[in-house]
């Protein structure tokens, strides 16, 4: 029954426009009181009604097939995709009660890291300076818990990572070109990495664990496994170390690609100079229409007023383009100041990306592992980490990697107050931004660590370069000139989102950017390139 209406509703809907243009038609032809619109008025409405409810009914079965066929799908193909589609769901599920899962361990997991470990390093030292040994099984003891949960942060965010790496591998082999695929491709081999490197400290947790159930239980192999657990340490911590300083590098290199740009407005003063000769150009050109008009009104002789008319239309001819040209130097000029606003957010991210890799990463984690190298060799050398240098580069270690994990939390929880206490901020320009909500309930959403923010600074960052950016086929774009337009596009290049990237010919580049279709998939990407090195 689905199929006749599909093949009928084109033509229906043909009808009905015919029919619309027909009844303004017969309005028309009434008004002026052709000869014959009375007599076939009659004919006319019954064939306008006819059609009407003939469209009226098409319209009802399609509405009504799509509900039941749950958006439209084929009798006998519904059964495969609907499968499919709860299967996608419950997989995004998972994947979300993990991650929400893991968040919730992370506050636990921080002090852990950065208190409790170097503590306990601490005690060990003490207690082998000592000898005392209910101290030291103390300590032991401690270990163990702090190391299990570790473990068990570590382990919940690889599974995590491992299922959103796989996730986005498949969405970029969906999307094979274009800023969807490469958004995709750069976070599968993010999560990807996320995942090695998570499984590696997840083993070094394993070993920490061990270390400490040996001294608990006295072990004589209790310095083997001390040596181990060093060794493994060692390792996480120079991956992760090595991984931050590369993190680093790629900042540093989007930075300077960023900073050749130049300062827009010193970039722009030429074309800006130009447009403002324009605009003082069409004002004399005003100016001169009417002293011409004032002319003509002073003078009496034949055909004057075919003169003054002629004038006022020049003269209104001549206002027309100073306003035009006005308008266009003011767009101009806020293009530029908007070019530049967002050309200093992007360095200023990648500042602040370079200096938390550098101190939590490349430094933090590279101390930690010098730790693990201290560790095993006391381990191997004088006996279960006596040297109180092992204990102090560990806790120096943690102190930088929880000063940035500190840093970074307070500003996700800002960002999340703003976000809700003034949503008309970062609010995208013609969109109505949400009720502002109250002080008690920002402060209940900025504590909700596991949320992300979705409507912030960077996401409004990335609207204003993709408007600077877009063709003239998107709404709000088309007034942006040809030099404002390359100079945003080149600031994308800059932030690695350029035809290369996309696997796309230029042309085929510039053509996405002008597809109204891929808007929200251009704003992801350059808030994504915008946050990564």
Known sequence: MSTPVHRTSPRQSSAVLTSAAQRREGDRTGRTGRAGSASSRPAEHALLAMQSRAGNRAATAAVQRARDTGGGQAAGSGAPAAGAKQKKNYRDRIAALLDRFKKNLEPIDTFIKGFQTPTNAAFTQQAAVAANEGLKHSAAASGTSAASGNLLTEAAGTVVSGMDAY???????????????????KKAKTKGTDTVVGAISSGSYSAAIAKEATKIQKAADAAVASEASGIASASIGGIKGMRAALRVKGAASKYRQIKKLGDPHAVHAGSLAQLNDMREQANWAAAEAYVALDAYWSHD????????????????DAMGEARDAAETLKRAEEDVEKLSTVQGYAKKKQLTKMGKETVGGAVGESTKAAAGVVTAVAAGTAGLASNPVGWGLAGAGAGLVLSVTLYKA????????????HPERWAAKGETPEEAASRKESLQHALKFWKKVSKGERQAMAREIYALAAGPDIPGSG?????????ARALLRALKAGPDKHKLEPEAWAESLNDPSKKAGWIQEIAEQLASG
């Open 479 to 487: 007034s942006t000139t040809a030099e404002m337009r390359e100079s």
């Open 167 to 185: 996730k986005n591998m498949k969405s970029a082999q969906q999307n094979e070109t274009g800023a969807k695929h490469h958004t995709a491709k």
């Open 410 to 421: 307070l500003r996700a929880a800002t960002k999340r107050y703003e976000e809700v206490h």
């Open 301 to 316: 002789e034949p055909g004057r007023l075919e003169l003054v008319s002629d004038a006022i239309d020049a003269a209104w």
